[in-house]
């Protein structure tokens, strides 16, 4: 009997050394997997329908052509290369303009050029679409600058009439605003995403390790008799639930930081 219980303490401590190597383990491998899970998961997200942006229109022509939509800063001029084109077929029309920082078609001052040709139209719809959110556009807010008539409220929409190959109206929105918005949101999405899986993974590897230290515990008993259940290599859950709310603070922390921006 006294040779048994001495060793015990020997057989005992390479489980509790296990088992703080397998926690280390765990948390290294969990935030492994937060970081890659949280980039593939923003990139995907910004490559997807989800991620884009765009400045869209329902309306109506008596004409075809092309609409154009420039895009520039304030006190800027309206340029070719800051700007988007669109086909217009006679009759109903959707109307998609990108919104891409790299092509540098964002800006707060924009110009929409509605037909190259002179035209009835009736703008039925516009807003700012960034994935799942739809920001709808007044139309008092378009203001026509140029050969082009007033909007008149019908029920189908704002009526006017083109009336020559060069008409503009200006539009005055808090586009990268909207667009810093989408942006924030995609990357706590992502965020939010790395870290249900990194639970996922912690808590799985957890129930494995806790089986693995039961088998260990199963071999010590045969071999000492009378061993007591604390040299299970268990990892307390209270644990992983602290690991849990730490990566949820990070979260949480760092989607704060990108608010008071």
């Known amino acids: ?74 006190e800027e001029a309206f340029i070719e290369e800051r700007s988007e084109k669109e086909l217009i077929v006679k009759g109903n029309n959707f109307l998609k303009f990108s919104v891409n920082p790299i092509r540098r078609t964002l800006g707060d001052q924009l110009r929409w050029d509605p037909l190259n040709t002179p035209s009835e139209m009736t703008l039925s719809e516009i807003f700012v679409q960034a994935g799942l959110s739809r920001t709808t556009i007044p139309f008092e807010s378009l203001k026509p600058s140029a050969g082009m008539s007033a909007f008149v409220p019908t029920e189908e929409g704002g009526k006017f009439t083109v009336e020559t190959n060069d008409s503009q109206a200006l539009l005055q929105i808090e586009l990268q605003d909207l667009y810093s918005d989408h942006v924030r949101n995609m990357f706590v999405a992502a965020l939010l995403i790395g870290l249900v899986a990194a639970a996922t993974v912690l808590t799985v590897k957890q129930v494995s390790g806790n089986a693995q230290g039961r088998k260990d515990q199963d071999s010590l008993s045969s071999t000492v008799t009378g061993s007591p259940d604390t040299a299970t290599a268990k990892v307390p859950w209270w644990v992983n639930s602290l690991f849990v709310v730490l990566l949820a603070g990070i979260a949480l922390l760092v989607f704060w930081v990108f608010q008071m921006q």
């Open 1 to 74: 009997m006294e040779v048994s219980q001495v060793g015990l303490p020997s057989e005992a401590k390479p489980l509790d050394s296990r088992a703080n190597g397998g926690l280390v383990g765990r948390l290294v491998f969990s935030v492994l997997i937060l970081v890659v899970v949280s980039i593939g998961a923003g990139t995907f997200l910004f490559l997807s329908p989800l991620g884009q942006v765009s400045i869209d229109m329902r309306l109506q022509s008596s004409s075809g052509g092309y609409s154009q939509l420039f895009f520039a800063d304030a």
